[in-house]
């Protein structure tokens, strides 16, 4: 399994993002998927979680109410919409497929997750 995440950039406070990631070599709908994200001298910190259909999803506190996480399975694609951002969510984001049942939402701990793309970086200016 690989995981190509993309979309990270530059943008201004209070700006949106989209964040895509991408799995090849599985079955992507069999894998639930969690975005991390990792400032500069920080540890790694969960951001998003879905199950494998789609239709559960789970948040960070960091994230609710500005983040959301979809999944296309027809495009074997993740996604990150994220709204209102500040300076504080400047990082480097990685998306990860957790190999559990796909009816479960991805783990919320980097630890439980088995497959992790490179990362995209997201910088936020003020």
């Known amino acids: 399994v690989q995981l190509q995440a993309s979309g990270g950039g530059l943008v201004q406070a209070g700006g949106s993002l989209r964040l895509s990631c991408v799995l090849s070599?599985?079955?992507?709908?069999?894998?639930?998927m969690g975005w991390f994200r990792q400032a500069p001298g920080k540890e790694r910190e969960f951001v998003a979680a879905?199950?494998?259909?789609?239709?559960?999803?789970y948040y960070g506190d960091s994230a609710k109410g500005r983040f959301i996480i979809s999944r296309d399975n027809a495009k074997n694609t993740v996604y990150l919409q994220m709204n209102s951002l500040t300076p504080e969510d400047t990082a480097l984001y990685y998306c990860?497929?957790?190999?559990?049942?796909?009816?479960?939402?991805?783990?919320?701990?980097?630890?439980?997750?088995?497959?992790w793309g490179k990362g995209t970086q997201v910088t936020v200016s003020s």
């Open positions: 990860a497929a957790d190999d559990i049942s796909p009816g479960k939402v991805a783990s919320v701990k980097d630890y439980g997750m088995d497959y």
């Open positions: 070599g599985g079955t992507f709908s069999s894998y639930p």
């Open positions: 879905i199950d494998g259909s789609g239709d559960n999803t």
